[in-house]
């Protein structure tokens, strides 16, 4: 329709300048054309060209090329015949090849009448005209051609998109599917730090805590429960920091209102170019085990403490019936022996109470600190632990202590120290060696520990420090309490405790304490 239109409005054009002006052809048979024209585009506005088959529109140009074959008659000496580019390159483009062909051998053959009628010289102007028309038709064949094919292509790629976009579509469904259906939070941080997708169970865990009524927010606190969290330590606010973490305990809620635990991890993602793509913060409710730990602890303490009493009057009564001198020697070693017993029993009885204290200040407030050389409690540790290492021709290396002054309760390092050795000669290899060491910059002050055992494999690492948990090996003895309360200590000092560990290699245990005291408590 668009091409016929176009056709018919420069037809009009001329017949304006024929009807007005000079015309030196025959004007009927050039209206002739004209009205031809006219008439094939009335006829392309009103037959529904789409219900007929596809081949019946070429009527339409075949006409127009006799309508301006005619126009072309009127006057031989114009320039009309160049409205046969309009006809020809519909066919050339509409119907491919054939349509091509048949534009050939139709301005072929009508040049050639027209040639013969006028009977004209020949020259290679009457070939010019003919030649534009079939070149103009070869380049609108090709470019139909190029433009069916581009065509074609985005037509698969179309399809293509939409068969990935509606696989995304069920996968992205599935995914949501999923995370809403798990009873922890999810959420996919971007690089900017803008949550861009959150699952049910987060919205849940936070319902209520996340501001109270007056819009204020709810306090966080840390994993005891009653130290006030920063806001710049809340595992979403590290997490757009870029920090990775495991098992960040965060309580909502002061009491005696209502509370939550959750237990939190951030990991970081990377995209297929190495870069950084974001994190995901995963969250789970841990309220109930927390509470029923708690609850444990209590009772533990409790029932610690009640034992306590009467273990200190059996020891008491034991040392008594020893140092009798009427006691027969036979009945002292068996003393011997269930003294010794009932002050193991009561080492573990301590460990358990200051394991089961809720409070971290528990520790700190029992502390006597003062300025001492961490290398000589540390050969004292040595030299007690000598008969249990000889027994299993374990070597204790003293060559790395050096004068190293800490700011520290004696009684309680000497414990963490010795706690220390006790477990390198535990989990040491028969035969094996303790290394001990001692060091100092003037500022902070070091106690090494370091054996060559089985050491310990990442999934003990991780729980290594909790209350009662026992690493895997061949030797699982005591109560899981020894590192905790070593920890709390080296903490309540000031100070930290790291750990260096491969499988079937050793470990190394390295306390880091303060070297100097605090300003104000000097003396």
Do not use: C
Request: hydrophobic content about 50%; proline content about 5%.
């Amino acid at each position: 329709m668009l091409n016929q239109l176009l056709l018919t409005a420069v037809v009009f054009v001329l017949g304006v300048l024929v009807a007005i002006g000079p015309f030196g052809g025959e004007q009927l048979l050039f209206f002739l054309g004209v009205v031809l024209v006219v008439a094939v585009t009335a006829a392309t506005l009103v037959v529904p060209w789409g219900r007929l088959p596809y081949g019946w529109v070429a009527v339409v140009p075949s006409v127009d090329i006799v309508a301006i074959t005619l126009m072309q008659i009127a006057a031989p000496d114009t320039v009309l015949g160049l409205l046969w580019i309009f006809p020809a390159t519909w066919l050339a483009g509409g119907f491919g090849l054939l349509g091509l062909f048949g534009v050939i051998v139709a301005i072929a053959g009508i040049v050639s009448v027209l040639t013969a009628l006028s009977a004209t010289e020949v020259t290679y102007r009457t070939f010019l005209l003919p030649l534009v028309i079939v070149a103009v038709a070869a380049t609108s064949h090709l470019n139909a051609r190029r433009s069916d094919a581009q065509r074609m292509l985005l037509a698969k790629q179309s399809a293509l998109l939409a068969s990935v976009l509606a696989r995304t579509r069920r996968q992205e469904q599935v995914v949501t599917e999923v995370l809403d259906a798990v009873d922890f939070g999810v959420v996919r941080m971007g690089t900017s730090g803008r949550v861009a997708v959150t699952n049910e169970a987060h919205g849940r865990l936070l319902q209520g805590f996340e501001l109270d009524p007056d819009g204020i927010e709810v306090p966080a606190f840390r994993d005891d429960g009653t130290s006030p969290l920063p806001p710049d330590e809340l595992p979403l606010e590290r997490a757009r920091r870029g920090e990775a973490f495991d098992d960040q305990v965060v309580w909502f809620g002061a009491e005696p209102g209502p509370r939550r635990a959750l237990t939190i991890t951030a990991r970081r993602l990377i995209d297929p170019d190495g870069a950084d793509a974001g994190a995901v913060v995963v969250s789970r409710d841990v309220t109930a085990e927390l509470s029923a730990l708690r609850a444990r602890d209590d009772l533990v303490a409790s029932v610690s403490h009640e034992l306590r009493t009467p273990l200190t009057s059996i020891l008491g009564y034991l040392d008594l019936a020893i140092e009798d001198p009427d006691t027969p020697d036979a009945v002292r070693a068996s003393l011997d022996v269930a003294e010794r017993n009932a002050e193991r029993l009561l080492r573990i009885v301590a460990d358990i109470l200051a394991a089961s204290s809720s409070s971290p200040s528990s520790v700190e407030a029992s502390l006597a600190p003062q300025l001492l050389d961490a290398r000589d409690l540390m050969r004292g540790a040595a030299a007690d632990a000598l008969p249990r290492a000889a027994a299993r021709a374990i070597t204790i290396d003293e060559t790395g202590l050096e004068p190293a002054t800490a700011w520290a309760d004696p009684l309680r390092l000497r414990q963490v120290v010795d706690n220390l050795v006790s477990n390198a000669i535990a989990y040491n290899k028969d035969g094996g060696t303790v290394f001990v060491g001692t060091t100092t910059d003037g500022t902070s002050s070091w106690i090494l520990v370091r054996d060559t055992g089985v050491g310990i494999s990442d999934a003990d690492r991780s729980r290594l420090f909790q209350r009662y948990y026992k690493a895997g090996g061949e030797r699982r003895s005591g109560t899981g309490l020894g590192l905790a309360i070593t920890r709390d200590i080296v903490r309540a000092h000031g100070g930290e405790l790291a750990l260096h560990s491969a499988p079937g290699v050793g470990s190394t245990f390295i306390v880091k304490l303060p070297a100097v005291a605090p300003e104000g408590e000097e003396g």
